[in-house]
């Protein structure tokens, strides 16, 4: 899993890393569905882009989805 930053998207005030460690609980609490899981975080994350979101999604590890 990879915590670089991409100097192409600025700072929006909160990094990739803090999503990508939200969606990880989320997903590990059995209690959000993937489906779910881009909506539930642009909720909480406001600031954060949708292509921000989605970049932190598609870096989640497979074995967190097969619950």
């Known amino acids: ?3 670089e930053q991409h100097p192409e ?3 929006s005030g909160v990094s990739d890393e803090q999503i990508q460690a939200y ?9 959000v569905k993937p ?3 881009v ?3 642009q909720k909480t ?3 954060a882009s949708h ?3 989605l ?9 967190l989805f097969k619950r």
Do not use: I, W, Y
């Open 39 to 41: 909506p539930l975080t």
């Open 23 to 31: 969606m990880e609980r989320q997903l590990r609490s059995g209690r």
């Open 51 to 53: 292509e921000q979101l």
């Open 55 to 63: 970049r932190c999604f598609n870096r989640l590890d497979a074995s």
């Open 9 to 11: 998207h600025p700072h």
């Open 35 to 37: 489906a779910v899981l």
């Open 1 to 3: 899993m990879s915590s």
């Open 45 to 47: 994350f406001a600031e």
